[in-house]
């Protein structure tokens, strides 16, 4: 709906958009010294007269919004909408996004207001994936940068490892708002881990028990609102928290799912992200089975690039627990993960007791061993994962 603009050179729109969008467009356009207003009328030319595809926004609760444009935008606008076969709701909430995805935040320099993303995942479980999580976010802490690492196994070993509790059933959770239930901000449930080396950098999102629902959650949410995209669930619940990040990091669960999906299309390149920023971290071990599970979970990566005309970067593999003295099999095994090439081998981390002691005392391995072997490939895994 628009009316008439007192001076006569623009007319009052009024339409809706997401409370998260409408919170970000309002701190970037101060940002850059812009009104709402100019913002708006920039989002919306560049949408409409874009010719890539934009993908859905969840625009489920979405608020009240209005500002001025110049005659005849809002028109065209609608035109777009029409011809691209999304809501008025949804064309505004897409422009917006992928204004402030084009415009980034210049507190964060060259990398815009975007986190690097790192999806610590493989379908096979005992590989490492949660120690490989919690390393490589110390690593980052301890660096000097501001590191979420979210718990999305419901089985919650990383929550436990770092004596998080769990979130209880039926609460607010990363899982309520990845299915728009969310009654609160994600941020109160995020827990700062302590210790001298972090600096207060390093923070947890604890695992939930509603996520061994998860996958049957997202499917039901994506039969009831119209618009929903699956894959950009979790992205949506965690859009809200990245401007408070440099890095976030995702624990993912033993799985080839939705969830997983999920995660992958979180970790996917961004529109204007340097290759190698963002992507996937995938732990394996020097054994035959492993070898298995990397090329199901590669061949997942494949199918929704393909799917969706996505870009998803291996940034390399960890091989864990290795033993030489398991013989041949390790050895040789090894030397394959090695050989492969592209994703190449970040490090290789030692089956040693300090990890299994830091889990047995609750503590972050970078603060119970720091000089460790296993603190330093961890250290050294954060230094390849970002190129």
């Known amino acids: 709906m628009a009316s008439p603009y007192p001076d006569g050179d623009r007319e009052k729109v009024a339409s809706k958009l997401p409370s998260a969008l409408q919170q970000q467009l309002k701190v970037r356009a101060a940002e850059l010294s812009l009104d709402i207003q100019e913002a708006v009328e920039a989002a919306i030319l560049a949408w409409r007269t874009s010719d890539r595809p934009s993908s859905e926004v969840d625009t489920a609760g979405a608020k009240s919004f209005s500002t001025w444009l ?77 590191v979420l690492i979210v718990d999305f196994d419901p089985q919650g070993h990383l929550s436990e490892q770092l004596g998080v509790p769990q979130i209880e059933p039926d609460h607010d959770s990363l899982v309520s708002h990845m299915c728009g239930e969310g009654t609160g901000d994600l941020r109160d449930l995020v827990v700062a881990i302590e210790g001298e080396r972090f600096g ?21 949410v994506g039969t009831q609102k119209r618009g929903f995209q699956k894959e950009a669930a979790l992205e949506m619940a965690l859009r809200p928290l990245e401007s408070d990040y440099d890095v976030i990091i995702i624990d993912c669960p033993p799985s080839l799912g939705i969830a997983m999906d999920a995660a992958l299309y979180y970790g996917r390149r961004r529109r ?21 599970a990397y090329s199901m979970l590669a061949q997942q990566i494949e ?21 030489s ?11 394959s993960w090695k050989a492969v090439g592209d994703p190449r ?18 503590m972050p391995l970078l603060s119970y061993a720091p000089h460790s072997d296993q603190a330093e490939a961890m250290r050294q895994v954060a230094r390849g994962a970002t190129r």
């Open 70 to 146: 110049p005659p005849g935008l809002y028109k065209d606008f609608k035109g777009a909408c029409a011809a691209r076969s999304v809501s008025y709701t949804q064309g505004l909430a897409q422009s917006v996004r992928d204004w402030l995805e084009a415009n980034p935040s210049p507190q964060h320099g060259g990398q815009g207001a975007d986190p690097e993303r790192k999806i610590v995942g493989n379908q096979k479980g005992g590989v490492g994936k949660t120690a490989v999580s919690a390393g490589i976010g110390q690593a980052y802490a301890e660096a000097g940068k501001r």
């Open 200 to 220: 207060k950098r390093l923070h947890v999102l604890p695992a939930c028990f509603d996520g061994f629902l998860l996958d049957a959650k997202i499917a039901v």
């Open 272 to 292: 204007g992200e340097p290759a190698g920023v963002s992507g996937v971290v995938i732990p394996v071990l020097a054994e035959d089975s492993s070898m298995t």
């Open 303 to 323: 199918d929704l690039c393909q799917d969706l005309s996505l870009n998803i970067d291996h940034l390399g593999l960890v091989v864990n627990l290795y033993d």
């Open 325 to 335: 003295r398991r013989g041949y099999v390790a050895t040789s095994t090894l030397d």
């Open 345 to 362: 081998v970040l490090a290789v981390i030692g089956d040693l007791k300090e990890q299994r002691e830091a889990v047995r005392k609750r």
